[in-house]
Nanobody
Framework: QLQASGGGLVQAGGSLRLSCAAS????????VGWFRQPPGKEREFVAT??????STFYADSVKGRFTISRDKAKVYLQMNSLKPEDTAVYYC?????????????????WGQGTLVTVSS
């Protein structure tokens, strides 16, 4: 079970750090991803990290502004230089196999989402 937290209201140019915690058993060979769903739009890929090795991959829209990382128990999404178009519900998800996964269909478990609102 995954739980995302850390969302909130921030002004454009500001920063937020989202956290994704897993309860139950951990998976050392998993990929964890962040997705977001802007109001009225479909869920889209943001970033992913492989738990083993730590390789990462980002959507072009967030490259250079967002950083995905992990420690022993959580995956984080550091979001800097936020823009109004980053406003969305952010979800973390886990896939039980390694690899760079950018499609919602590639992930097996999903958290409940946390709302990020960026004001202009």
């Amino acid at each position: 079970q995954l739980q995302a937290s850390g969302g909130g209201l921030v002004q454009a140019g500001g920063s937020l750090r989202l956290s994704c915690a897993a309860s139950g058993r951990t998976c050392s060979n998993c990929a964890v991803g962040w997705f977001r769903q802007p109001p009225g739009k479909e869920r889209e890929f943001v970033a992913t990290i492989n738990w083993a090795g730590g390789s990462t991959f980002y959507a072009d829209s967030v490259k250079g502004r967002f950083t995905i990382s992990r420690d022993k128990a959580k995956v984080y999404l550091q979001m800097n230089s936020l823009k109004p178009e980053d406003t969305a519900v952010y979800y973390c998800a886990a896939a039980i196999t390694l690899g760079i996964k950018v499609s919602v269909l590639e992930y097996d478990y999903w958290g409940q989402g946390t709302l990020v609102t960026v004001s202009s």
